[in-house]
Each structure stands twice: as C-alpha cells, then as structure tokens.
C-alpha cells in the first residue's frame, strides 16, 4: 500500500540548532515533494517544492533534499529560532490518470524549538 | 490580493442534520480541491475541481457528501445527513497550475465541523 511516513513524534530542539526532518514514502512516483508548515488552527502554508531530478534545494534557512532511490527527502532549519515551532508537513506531488496534480500529505511533525 | 478564504470556521450540528461548507478560491485559479483532517490523522484528499468540472473524486468518502463549483468560482461541500465520523476540519485549497506542471497549493484556514 502506499504510504508517507514523518516523524510520529515531537521533535524538540535548542535555539540555535539545526533541525532536521524526515520524509519516507513507498509505492509512490512523485514528480514534485512539498514541504507546507501549519500552525494550530491555520491552514499549511507552503514552504519548498523539490523536483525528482534535483537534489537539493534552498531557501533561506531552510534546505530540502530528494533521493529518490532511497525515497526520502530531508527538511532542514537552519539556527532554528522559536518562531518556527509549527508542525511541518511533507506531500508528494503525483500526476493522476487524467494527468492531473495530485498532492498527497503526510501525518507530519510538530517541531518545538526551545529557547 | 484575498487569499482562500472558507466558511464557516466552525461548525457544530446534530447527527442528521445538513451542513454547507463554502470556498472562494484565489482570482484566477482555475484549480479547487477539497482535504479533511481528522483528529490524529493526516490530512486527506477529498477531490479536485478543474474550473466547474470535478476532475478527481476518488476520496470522497461516500455519497452523503456532495461537492459543486458553481460556474467555475467557489466551491460548496454539503453533508448530508451528517454523521459522527464526519467531524473533523475540512480544507480548501487552489492553485494556478494542475496539469502537467505542478504548483504550490494556497489554503483555506479550514472549517471545523463537529457532529454530536
């Protein structure tokens, strides 16, 4: 079956570390992965889209990756501040038979970044 | 530019009972899906407008669930007769692209529904 696996539990850093993130999937083909942070009653926001040929991206403090033979993409914060203590979401970017965008989340990981 | 925006925020209603959930999607996107989350689990794709055609539906749940995209802008999803498995917090979202190239999805701050 397929499946999006993040971290099920909390992850909780010190100001100032660099957190890292992890996004796994099996039976899927994804041209694109996301990564959306959402904070508690707020909709995701969108943060980075990767593509399947790239391996890395990024975008100020935040670094994606994309091994798509190992199917995993890695998020990470960079001197990680407070202010980004959220939950992250992972989401695979796929076509559907009418070739269509299909994007796919995962459970996500809240990320508490202590101070 | 309004983003997504959706109504209500929230909702509280009878096991039986109808509701309407409302999306005005951002100007211009032609691209409309619908996603609920319920407590604990991930948040899961319910279906997909293209303009007013609905492109994809394949996660709606069952047909006490009715989705329409009058004239291709907002979007309207009914319950009806809601159900206590229904609870949960319905997003919306839209994006510019769909086909064969991709684009970042804008979100609605989602309706939470609660069925008692």
């Known amino acids: 079956s397929q499946k999006i696996e993040q971290n099920s539990e909390a992850l909780n850093i010190q100001e100032g570390k660099t957190a890292t993130l992890t996004c796994n999937y099996t039976n899927y083909s994804p041209a694109y992965l996301q990564w959306y942070r959402q904070d508690p009653g707020r909709g995701p926001v969108f943060l980075l889209l990767?593509?399947?040929?790239?391996k890395e991206k990024r975008k100020e403090r935040l670094k994606v990756t994309f091994d798509t033979t190992l199917k995993q993409s890695l998020f990470h914060i960079t001197a990680s501040q407070p202010a980004d203590s959220a939950t992250y979401l992972c989401?695979?970017?796929?076509?559907?038979?009418?070739?269509?965008?299909?994007?796919?989340f995962g459970t996500g990981t809240k990320l508490q970044v202590i101070p | 530019e309004a983003g997504v925006t959706q109504f209500p925020s929230h909702s509280v209603i009878e096991k039986g009972q109808t509701v309407t959930l409302r999306c005005d999607p951002i100007?211009?996107?032609?691209?409309l899906y619908w996603y609920r989350r319920v407590m604990g689990k991930e948040i899961k794709f319910l279906l997909h407008f293209v303009k007013e055609s609905k492109q994809d539906e394949s996660g709606m749940p069952n047909n006490r669930f009715l989705a329409e995209r009058t004239g291709g802008t907002y979007s309207t999803l009914k319950v009806q007769p809601a159900e206590l498995e229904d609870s949960g917090v319905y997003f919306c979202?839209?994006?510019?692209?769909?086909?064969?190239?991709?684009?970042?999805?804008?979100f609605g701050e989602g309706s939470r529904l609660t069925v008692l």
């Open positions: 989401a695979l970017d796929t076509l559907n038979s009418g070739g269509y965008q299909k994007v796919t």
């Open positions: 990767i593509r399947e040929n790239e």
């Open positions: 100007s211009g996107h032609d691209n």
């Open positions: 979202a839209s994006s510019q692209y769909g086909g064969p190239t991709t684009g970042e999805l804008f």
